[in-house]
T-cell receptor
Framework: NAGVTQTPKFRVLKTGQSMTLLCAQD?????MYWYRQDPGMGLRLIHY???????AKGEVPDGYNVSRLKKQNFLLGLESAAPSQTSVYFC????????????FGPGTRLLVL | DQQVKQNSPSLSVQEGRISILNCDYT??????FLWYKKYPAEGPTFLIS?????DKNEDGRFTVFLNKSAKHLSLHIVPSQPGDSAVYFC????????????FGTGTRLKVLA
């Protein structure tokens, strides 16, 4: 039981490049989330999904897109990376919504030059 | 506008003593609160939660107190151990709302041996 896994662990991009971060969970959770963590800012929700085929915007969605084609996977895309997107990205999943524990992946460290 | 605030970025405590981590919130609609612990290079892990119908919840060495009138919650760790050294995030949600948590900025706890 791997829990929540994230690929890649670390990536360096040049401004304007695109990339996709992959999150996978093997707990049959309905809800999945993408957060970013920046110094002094805590964890901020980018996008989330309440089930396969659904996505919704969080607090800081601009510059990101997401897809949930399969229940176990949640992809975060950066179409044209900017230095402001340098951050640590965490994926999380939960069985259902509020009052359910969110299980986090180990994070992806992204540096945009 | 930071709806969940952790005003102490860091805290140092001697091993065996009590650690008290504080969290304030501004949104009176929040009715469910959690604490997460995060070690370096790992994702956050769930620690303890409390519903707004309670003012205290205890789990082993960890106790969370909620003061709704003051919009304040605190996490007490007794006795503190070196392994408790981590960043602690509080988070809040509206249970009947949109399935998302608002996280605080985190407090780095260092337990000195």
């Amino acid at each position: 039981n791997a829990g929540v896994t994230q690929t890649p662990k670390f990536r360096v991009l040049k401004t304007g490049q695109s990339m996709t971060l992959l999150c996978a969970q093997d707990m049959n959770h309905e809800y999945m989330y993408w957060y970013r963590q920046d110094p002094g800012m805590g964890l901020r929700l980018i996008h989330y999904s309440v089930g396969e085929g659904t996505t919704a915007k969080g607090e800081v969605p601009d510059g990101y897109n997401v897809s949930r084609l399969k229940k176990q996977n949640f992809l975060l895309g950066l179409e044209s990376a900017a230095p402001s997107q340098t951050s640590v990205y965490f994926c999380a999943s939960s069985y259902s919504g509020p009052k359910e524990t969110q299980y986090f992946g180990p994070g992806t460290r992204l540096l945009v030059l | 506008d930071q709806q969940v605030k952790q005003n102490s970025p860091s805290l140092s405590v001697q091993e065996g003593r009590i650690s008290i981590l504080n969290c304030d919130y501004t949104n009176s609609m929040f009715d469910y609160f959690l604490w997460y612990k995060k070690y370096p290079a790992e994702g956050p892990t769930f620690l303890i939660s409390i519903s707004s119908i309670k003012d205290k919840n205890e789990d082993g060495r960890f106790t969370v107190f909620l003061n709704k009138s003051a919009k304040h919650l605190s996490l007490h760790i007794v006795p503190s151990q070196p392994g408790d050294s981590a960043v602690y995030f509080c988070a809040a949600s509206v249970v009947s709302g949109t399935y998302k948590y608002i996280f605080g900025t985190g407090t780095r706890l260092k337990v000195l041996a």
